[in-house]
Nanobody, 120 residues
Framework: QVQLVESGGGLVQAGGSLRLSCAAS????????MGWYRQAPGNQREVVAA???????NYADSVKGRFTISRDNAKNTVSLQMNSMKPEDTAVYYC??????????????WGQGTQVTVSS
């Protein structure tokens, strides 16, 4: 099992920056990739950024050039640096991790979520 705890959410003005962190514990040796998702009221949960254990990254088109995901395998953490923030970035942000078995079965784990609010 994998446990995830997010931190770093809060209130920021448009154009400002915020950094989110996610600490993983448990069977961390099984984690193949991690990512950040967000969900605003009335909207579906969407992927924001993802990173594999090898360091490959992917970003949603809406955040490319503004957000950066990074992973510190030694500390078992993943971070999301958010710059040039916009009001539409307002949402609850969730950390995600997935594990794979030797047979290829994938399991997903979620953090409790952290609120990010961007004022205009």
């Amino acid at each position: 099992q994998v446990q995830l705890v997010e931190s770093g959410g809060g209130l920021v003005q448009a154009g400002g920056s915020l950094r989110l962190s996610c600490a993983a514990s448990g069977s961390i040796f099984r984690i193949a990739g991690m990512g950040w998702y967000r969900q605003a009221p009335g909207n579906q949960r969407e992927v924001v950024a993802a990173i594999t254990s090898a360091g490959s990254t992917n970003y949603a088109d809406s955040v490319k050039g503004r957000f950066t995901i990074s992973r510190d395998n030694a500390k078992n953490t993943v971070s999301l640096q958010m710059n040039s923030m916009k009001p539409e970035d307002t949402a609850v942000y969730y950390c995600n991790a997935y594990t794979t078995t030797r047979l290829g079965t994938t399991s997903h784990y979620w953090g409790q979520g952290t609120q990010v609010t961007v004022s205009s």
